[in-house]
């Protein structure tokens, strides 16, 4: 039974270029950073009755808020110890990522994302956190960054799906994950 949940498990696919906050050529702040990651939604169940029921009652003038949450993922340290998981909803109809306050440093980052051809992947990639600033993954493939961005600039999938910016350093946290002290590169 074991060997068949490992073959239905999520290929994976390892981000090369590291994840950082935006580049807006400002000086960064004080203190922790925090990431935001668009895991991949949860299958969520479809109850055919209730959506014909919602459509039916309000003539397609509303958008209902239940949205599915978003799947949880991992962080973890330069020596691939679990810093933190992260639950990524409040409830199963919480479409809205977790913010999470973290020290400044780079991380390892295991999570659910969308490929280019919409199937799901466990995808792996480092994240730069940068004092006062936000570091966000797109992983669920509904970004796109501002046209007037460069390539360069642009962290991708295999594929060559964009998932973010691209972080200007690369670089490990070196704290251990009970120490709620900053780290260094």
Not at 59 to 83: H, M, P, S, W
Request: hydrophobic share 35%; net charge negative.
């Amino acid at each position: 039974m074991v060997w068949l949940a490992g073959c239905a498990s999520a290929p994976r696919v390892v981000v090369i270029e590291p994840v950082g906050p935006e580049p807006t050529g400002a000086s960064p702040g004080l203190g922790d950073g925090s990431l935001v990651v668009y895991s991949a939604r949860m299958p969520e169940y479809v109850d055919v009755n209730v959506m014909e029921w919602r459509e039916n009652n309000d003539f397609g003038k509303n958008e209902f808020l239940g949205q599915a949450a978003r799947t949880d993922y991992t962080i973890y340290t330069e020596a691939d110890e679990v810093f933190q998981h992260v639950r990524n909803a409040r409830d199963s109809s919480d479409g809205t990522p977790t913010p999470v306050m973290l020290p400044a440093g780079s991380y390892k980052v295991e999570a659910e994302g969308i490929n280019c051809d919409g199937s799901r992947v466990a995808v792996t990639l480092q994240v730069l956190v940068k004092p006062g600033q936000t570091t966000i993954a797109h992983l669920d493939g509904n970004w796109n960054a501002p046209g007037e961005a460069p390539g360069t600039e642009l962290a991708k999938l295999p594929c060559g799906r964009v998932i973010g910016w691209r972080a200007s350093e690369p670089g490990f946290a070196v704290h251990q994950a009970s120490s709620p002290a900053s780290a260094s590169n």
